[in-house]
T-cell receptor, first 120, second 108 residues
Framework: GAVVSQHPSRVICKSGTSVKIECRSL??????MFWYRQFPKQSLMLMAT?????????EQGVEKDKFLINHASLTLSTLTVTSAHPEDSSFYIC????????????????FGQGTRLTVV | KNEVEQSPQNLTAQEGEFITINCSYS?????LHWLQQHPGGGIVSLFM???GKKKHGRLIATINIQEKHSSLHITASHPRDSAVYIC??????????FGTGTRLQVFP
């Protein structure tokens, strides 16, 4: 199956600093990637949909200035947590779907390995 | 009420047991996904199905579109099957709607 690579897998940073998380599709072109956040023992929460070459679409309640998303190429999307605070500590995971025609409706979802962010 | 509901939330089993995890959804869907999340957090796509039944090794997934219900079965369970199993629905949009997950522990 297709592979989505996410780095880093773990990061610890100081409060006030910024952290960049990369998500790469290794063997297919991901015109759209999805960024999720997951709190312990909870389900995945969609943060934003990242579209190659255009601005990301953020879900309600997600601060676009705090979680900067860049999708500059068909294989790379990045999420930057700016001015991180301890409450941003969480598990972040990206997903890409191999677009079939013009729709994702019947395509598999491939996930990165996730990034566990700890802000101290 | 969640649009995608799973049961049970937690499941323990002895090695070798047959396991069933259920997923019910209330939205119209084009496909349903079964995902496996390991303790480290990584997620693997197990199945995507829109009708009938699929089998991969010891895993079987079924879906009944009329009843809006899907099941994931694990035959001859093994401790390495211990993980969180998540069903996710694709309604007629690009987004996935996730169930709350079923935490499975298989003991030797």
């Amino acid at each position: 199956g297709a592979v989505v690579s996410q780095h880093p897998s773990r990061v610890i940073c100081k409060s006030g600093t910024s952290v960049k998380i990369e998500c790469r599709s290794l063997d297919f072109q991901a015109t759209t990637m999805f960024w999720y956040r997951q709190f312990p023992k909870q389900s995945l929460m969609l943060m934003a949909t990242s579209n190659e070459g255009s601005k990301a679409t953020y879900e309600q309640g997600v601060e676009k200035d705090k979680f900067l998303i860049n999708h500059a190429s068909l294989t790379l999307s990045t999420l930057t947590v700016t001015s991180a605070h301890p409450e941003d500590s969480s598990f972040y995971i990206c997903s890409a779907r191999d677009r079939y025609g013009s729709s994702f409706l019947n395509t598999e979802a491939f996930f990165g390995q996730g990034t566990r962010l700890t802000v101290v | 009420k969640n649009e995608v509901e799973q049961s049970p939330q937690n499941l323990t089993a002895q090695e070798g047991e047959f396991i069933t995890i259920n997923c019910s959804y209330s939205v119209g869907i084009s496909a349903l996904h079964w995902l496996q999340q390991h303790p480290g957090g990584g997620i693997v796509s197990l199945f995507m199905l829109s009708s009938g039944k699929k089998k991969h090794g010891r895993l079987i997934a079924t879906i009944n579109i009329q009843e809006k219900h899907s099941s994931l079965h694990i035959t001859a369970s093994h401790p390495r099957d211990s993980a969180v199993y998540i069903c996710a629905a694709t309604p007629n949009t690009d987004k996935l709607i996730f169930g709350t997950g079923t935490r499975l522990q298989v003991f030797p």
